[in-house]
């Protein structure tokens, strides 16, 4: 891995590591994108992983980069070299992918990009450490078998990091952040689909100040 990149890396590690939970967000119309990353601004969770589960992304990461510079944005659920393209385009400032799909990821080394790749099995962390990639997402978390499973895969590979997502919530956040192994989670229950399209943007304040609270003291 070039230096440059390396040190991008650890910077965002750094980041991730003081916000404790990137919320993963499913946005169906751009012009909610700046609303929306101002409701995380005002609950004191300055980042944002926008995924491409609509044609909306690219355009929503755009407006929040321009709009919303104090907010870490980033592309998730990034399947496709065109897609990561796209995000980069666009302002994001760092990719995640469900799986570990190695044109993707190489695609994203090459253009100097963090990607947090998916994995849920040994042969997946040790696709990522061939890589040098200091961390990893763990996906998905709960239905892979949790924290449990999280730890004892875990063990063998040194000081490779992890974003546990899938089944992260309010109640089972902390036992993840208590592993040192693991440098944030991704959720979405903050940030629900059906409060964005509603445009109920103080209840997703409200329920990202629960979010930070219930790990400001981990």
């Known amino acids: 891995m070039k230096q440059e990149l390396a040190q ?4 965002m590690i750094q980041t991730l590591k003081k916000i404790k939970v990137v919320p993963v967000v499913k946005i169906e119309d751009a012009k909610q994108a700046v609303p929306l990353g101002k409701a995380l601004i005002a609950g004191g969770l300055p980042c944002a992983e926008i995924t491409f589960r609509t044609s909306a992304a690219a355009e929503a990461i755009g407006l929040l980069t321009k ?3 104090e907010l870490l944005v980033g592309a998730g659920t990034v399947l496709t070299p065109e897609q990561a393209d796209a995000a980069k385009k666009a302002g994001a400032k760092f990719m995640v992918s469900p799986g570990f799909n190695p044109r993707v990821v ?3 080394l090459a253009m100097d990009m963090p990607i947090f790749a998916g994995i849920n099995n040994p042969t997946g962390i040790e696709m990522a450490l061939e890589r040098g990639l200091p961390a990893v997402k763990f996906f998905p978390a709960e239905a892979s078998g949790g924290l ?3 730890k004892a895969m875990a063990a063998p590979y040194g000081d490779i990091l992890f974003m546990p997502t899938g089944g992260v919530n309010a109640k089972n956040i902390g036992t993840y952040l208590a592993f040192p192994r693991v440098l944030a989670c991704g959720g979405s229950w903050m940030v629900p689909s059906d409060l964005i399209s509603a445009g109920e943007f103080d209840k997703i304040t409200a329920l990202t100040k629960e979010a930070v609270e219930a790990v400001a003291g981990l």
């Open 67 to 69: 709009e919303v510079p």
């Open 106 to 108: 190489d695609h994203c």
């Open 8 to 11: 991008t890396y650890s910077s």
């Open 148 to 150: 449990a499973m999280l």
